[in-house]
Structures are given as structure tokens and as C-alpha cells.
């Protein structure tokens, strides 16, 4: 008993002396570089600032990072401008510290802003990096209202837009809707994941059987290496610049901007929800819903996200199966095609809702049909992931499943700890079959029928058991 509480204290010991010397060396490096003592004051945070521990879990999406055991930065640094980045990370080279790069802090994992080994580290929070630049060339459009044909005459136009990498999506797309209802950005669609770590590892969302990955519509990025130079896509050459465009956020230098190409949409989309459970069929759905999805045209994104529920008819626990639907058309073109090629699913006009582009993408979680777009911006839009206790991974689906295995399965969701379980199906194809596996770094493309994506909420307790085994 004795000496081993002995070597804990020791080591305890260790621990604090050994990450004490590198943080006051590394604070007095940084202030010499900031030469502005008072923005220095302002911009960094070490743990005896009162706020240190809020701004730190300011954005962190899993609780599961924010528990007292999780270890916490020596310092966190809110730069202004791409010197103060400069000088974190040359001071953080110098004196032999980590750097975690921090945008939106949606990382599955916390990478952001912790680490699972135990190295002293720093987290520089790009938080403040929002200012956007809009700049539409030739923006001279000419979408036809009703042939789906037209929408994609003038996709080859550049319709350039600059954002920082601490920009979130949903910040993104409401700039891109202040100027045009027209054009948008395919990327993802959780609220506030950013631009930062969102495209450094690829980026899919409802655009993407159309136009491709957000990093596939990167036209340019600047970056900070670990020297500190400041390189764009000449500079840096081709294989970092294919590199940064999925490779994975955090590994090869820090992003500060993003040069995207826009693309077009038409002035209104459809949206669908249907919600099936196992007694109407749910099963024969999901198991024919992987025969068709892939196949659709490029302007159907589909996804399923199955869960348990509580029948509405009998109170009894079931599982539910909700088909969603995003078209670049009217309801008018969609419900004919979607009964020719999915009449199992039984649509009918009254499950579609027409709306801009801008605004489907309020519909993340629930269509709150008839709000403004402001709402957009609201920092506290909830998703089912953000600031819970959230274990998610993702699988990629080759081969049909069949649909033994789907019954084989839904008995999972009736058990205990699976009252907050989900699995969401997103339909790949189109755009997504033309790419090939190594033309970026994000190799999910041809021969993907549709990604899983296992989502598990819930108590830390639980999540404990779940993520040690
Ligand atoms: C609620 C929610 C919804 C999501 N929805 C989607 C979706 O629709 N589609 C999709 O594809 N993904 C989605 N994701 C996953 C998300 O895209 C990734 O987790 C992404 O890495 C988050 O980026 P971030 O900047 O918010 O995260 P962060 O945690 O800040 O960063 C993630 C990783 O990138 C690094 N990084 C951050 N900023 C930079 C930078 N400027 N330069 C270099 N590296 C950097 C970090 O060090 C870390 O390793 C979702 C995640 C959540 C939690
Ligand atoms: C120093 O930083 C503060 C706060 O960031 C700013 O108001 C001030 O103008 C800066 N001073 C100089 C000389 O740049
Ligand atoms: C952190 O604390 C120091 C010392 O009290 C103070 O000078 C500095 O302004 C604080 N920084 C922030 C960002 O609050
Ligand atoms: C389920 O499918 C069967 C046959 O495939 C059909 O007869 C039945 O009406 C369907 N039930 C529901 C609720 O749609
Ligand atoms: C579902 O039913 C169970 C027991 O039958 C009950 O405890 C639970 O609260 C119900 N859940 C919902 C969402 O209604
Ligand atoms: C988009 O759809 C809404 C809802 O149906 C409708 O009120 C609006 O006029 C449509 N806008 C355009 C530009 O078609």
C-alpha cells in the first residue's frame, strides 16, 4: 500500500514540475513575439484564468472530453491573425510542446483539445477567426425554374468564396444565402462543426452525390506550417495541397482560410420525412432502400436514421426507420420518381416541403418549417451529438446487406443501454462513384453503397463501459 502510494505522489510530483517549466517558458516566448502586451493579456489563457476552464469546453461538443481525468492544455491561445499562430507554434516547437488546433471542436474524439498520451500540450482555439469575404464573379445565372437539366448549365462558372477556418458551416451558408438563394457549398450539415476540421478531413453532407466532398471544392487554402510559413496551394505543392483537402485535420500544418468554389442550386429544394416502423414494414424498407438509394440521380440525397421508439398505436418499445430526402427540384419532379423507383415507400405530395437551400439546412434534425434564417447562426442549435456523452463511428457499406441481418440486429436496440442508439444510413453514389480511391485522401468513393454512421449517447457512467471495451 505504502509504496505505491508513494510512486503516485512521485509521479504526481513529476507530472507538475515537469509541465510547469515548459509553460512559463513557452508564456514568456509567446509574449516576447505578441510584442502587444495587452492583446497578449487578452488572448491567452493559462489555468490560473478564472475563464480558462469555460473557454476550454467553450466548444468542445463530447462531454466525454470534459471530465475532470481528461487531460487539459498548459495553455490555450485565441489568436487575432495569422502572427500570433505563427508565434504559438514557434514557441510551442521551441520549448517542445504539443499543438492541438482548434476550430470547431466537433472532433469524435476531443483531438482538438486533448490528447490521449501524456505530453504537455497547447490548444490554439481559431475561435476568433471568423471574417468572411464574398466575391461572386461573374455572377451571371440563369436558372431555368422547371427543366432539372438547366440547373447545371452554368456549374462551370468560379464562384469563389474566402472563409476562415474558424467559420462554422451554418455561418457559412447563411453569408452564402445573404447574397444568393441560388448557389451553396456542399459540405456537411451539423450546425456548428468547423470549417477548420470539417474539410481537412472531407466533408460529406446533402450536396454531395451531386458536386462531390467539401474538400473536393476547395480551390485554395492558406496554411501555417510547422516552421511558421505561411504557404498556399503554389506554395506548398501539389502533394500537401492533396494532403490537407481529407488527409485528417491536426497533422500537417494549421489552416487559416479556404478558398471554396460555390456551386448552384435551384431557388427551391424538397424536403421528405418518413417515419416507418418494424410493423409497417421498416425492415423490407431499409433492406430495398440499399438497392435503390445509390442509384438515383444525383439530386436525390437520401439517408435513413433508424432508432427505438415507442409505437404510437400500442405504447410498445419498436424500431423506427425515418427515410429522408433532399431534391434539387420540386415536389412536382420528385414524388413521380420516387414512386417509379421506391414505390415501397408509398410518398405522397404532403410528406414534401418546399424551401430554399439555405433553409433545408435547418432541417438537420427536425424542419422547423417557416423560420428565419438567422436562425442559422444561433450558436446553441442542437443536434443529437452536440454537448452530450457521444461515442460515433462511421462504417462504409460495400456489399448488400441482408435482411436477416437487419432482424438479426433490431433486438440490440430493445437493450438496455440503447435507449439513445442510432444508426444513420447516407446513400453514396453519383458524383461520389466518378471519383476514384486515391484522387484524394478521403478514399470512400466508387463501390460505396452508403456509409453507417453508429451514434451512441447517453450517461458518462455507461459510456465508460462502451468505449473500454
Ligand atoms: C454534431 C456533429 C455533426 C456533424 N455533421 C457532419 C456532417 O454532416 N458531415 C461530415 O462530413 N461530418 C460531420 N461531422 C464530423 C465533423 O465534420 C468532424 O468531426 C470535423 O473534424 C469537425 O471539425 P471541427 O473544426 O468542428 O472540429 P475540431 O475538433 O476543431 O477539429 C477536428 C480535427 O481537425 C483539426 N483541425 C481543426 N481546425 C484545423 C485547422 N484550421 N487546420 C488544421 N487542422 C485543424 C483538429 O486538430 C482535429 O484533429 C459532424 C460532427 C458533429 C459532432
Ligand atoms: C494592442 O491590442 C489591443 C487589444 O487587442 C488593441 O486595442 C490595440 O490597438 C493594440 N495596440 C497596438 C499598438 O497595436
Ligand atoms: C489571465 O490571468 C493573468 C494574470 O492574472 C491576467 O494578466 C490576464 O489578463 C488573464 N488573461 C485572460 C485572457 O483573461
Ligand atoms: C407490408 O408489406 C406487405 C407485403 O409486402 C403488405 O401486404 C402490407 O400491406 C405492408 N404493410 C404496411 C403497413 O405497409
Ligand atoms: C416508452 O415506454 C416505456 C415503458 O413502456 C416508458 O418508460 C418510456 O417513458 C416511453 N418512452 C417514451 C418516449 O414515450
Ligand atoms: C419556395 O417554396 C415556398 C413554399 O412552397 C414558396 O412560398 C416560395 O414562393 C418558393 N420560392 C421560390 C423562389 O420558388
Known amino acids: ?39 497578449f493579456a487578452k488572448l491567452v489563457y493559462t489555468q490560473h ?104 448549365c452554368c456549374a462551370k462558372l468560379l464562384l469563389v468564396f474566402c472563409c476562415n477556418a474558424g467559420q462554422s458551416l451554418t455561418e457559412l451558408y447563411y453569408e452564402i444565402a445573404r447574397k444568393s438563394r441560388t448557389l451553396a457549398f456542399p459540405a456537411g450539415i451539423g450546425h456548428t462543426v468547423g470549417l477548420g476540421g470539417h474539410l481537412s478531413g472531407g466533408g460529406y453532407g446533402v450536396l454531395f452525390r451531386k458536386y462531390g466532398l467539401g474538400a473536393d471544392n476547395v480551390i485554395d487554402a492558406r496554411l501555417i506550417d510547422v516552421k511558421g510559413r505561411i504557404l498556399d496551394k503554389k506554395s506548398m505543392g501539389e502533394d500537401l495541397f492533396w494532403a490537407i483537402r481529407g488527409g485528417g485535420g491536426g497533422s500537417f500544418g494549421i489552416v487559416l482560410a479556404w478558398k471554396l468554389k460555390l456551386v448552384p442550386v435551384p431557388a427551391n429544394v424538397t424536403v421528405f420525412t418518413l417515419s416507418k416502423t418494424l410493423e409497417q414494414n421498416a425492415t423490407e424498407l431499409v433492406h430495398q432502400w440499399q438497392y435503390i438509394a445509390h442509384k438515383l440521380p444525383k439530386e436525390i440525397h437520401t439517408s435513413i436514421i433508424i432508432s427505438r421508439v415507442n409505437s404510437s398505436e400500442n405504447e410498445k418499445m419498436t424500431v423506427q426507420a425515418s427515410f429522408t430526402g433532399i431534391f434539387l427540384g420540386s415536389t412536382d419532379e420528385l414524388v413521380p420518381l420516387i414512386e417509379e423507383k421506391f414505390p415501397q415507400l408509398g410518398i405522397v405530395k404532403e410528406d414534401c416541403f418546399e424551401m430554399s437551400w439555405a433553409e433545408s439546412n435547418l432541417c438537420a434534425t427536425q424542419c422547423p418549417i417557416g423560420v428565419s434564417l438567422e436562425t442559422l447562426l444561433e450558436r446553441s442549435q442542437k443536434s443529437v451529438l452536440s454537448k452530450t456523452f457521444f461515442k460515433a463511428k462511421s462504417d462504409y457499406v460495400k456489399q448488400l446487406i441482408p435482411e436477416s441481418a437487419f432482424q438479426g440486429l433490431w433486438p440490440k436496440f430493445y437493450e438496455d443501454g440503447a435507449k439513445f442508439a442510432s444508426m444513420v444510413f447516407v446513400a453514396f453514389g453519383g458524383k461520389m462513384e466518378e471519383i476514384s480511391e486515391t484522387e484524394s485522401p478521403y478514399p470512400h468513393r466508387a463501390g460505396n453503397l452508403y456509409s453507417i454512421l453508429y451514434v451512441w449517447t447517453g450517461k458518462k457512467r455507461k459510456i465508460k463501459l462502451l468505449t473500454s471495451s
Open 1 to 39: 500500500m505504502f509504496p505505491f502510494l508513494l510512486i503516485v505522489l512521485l509521479s504526481l510530483s513529476w507530472r507538475t514540475s515537469a509541465s510547469a517549466q515548459p509553460a512559463q517558458e513557452f508564456l514568456h516566448c509567446l509574449s516576447l513575439r505578441f510584442h502587444n502586451s495587452s492583446s
Open 49 to 152: 484564468n478564472s475563464s480558462y476552464s469555460s473557454v476550454l469546453k467553450s466548444s468542445a461538443q463530447s462531454l466525454r472530453f470534459t471530465t475532470p481525468s481528461t487531460p487539459t492544455p498548459l495553455a490555450i491561445v485565441t489568436p487575432l491573425h495569422a502572427p500570433h499562430i505563427q508565434a504559438a507554434v514557434h514557441c510551442c516547437r521551441k520549448h517542445g510542446l504539443q499543438v492541438r488546433t482548434r476550430s470547431g471542436g466537433h472532433d469524435f474524439e476531443g483531438l482538438s483539445y486533448t490528447t490521449a498520451y501524456k505530453v504537455p500540450f497547447v490548444v490554439i482555439d481559431l475561435v476568433n477567426l471568423r471574417s468572411v469575404q464574398v466575391n461572386v464573379e461573374k455572377a451571371t445565372l440563369h436558372f431555368c425554374t422547371s427543366k432539372q437539366s438547366c440547373y447545371w
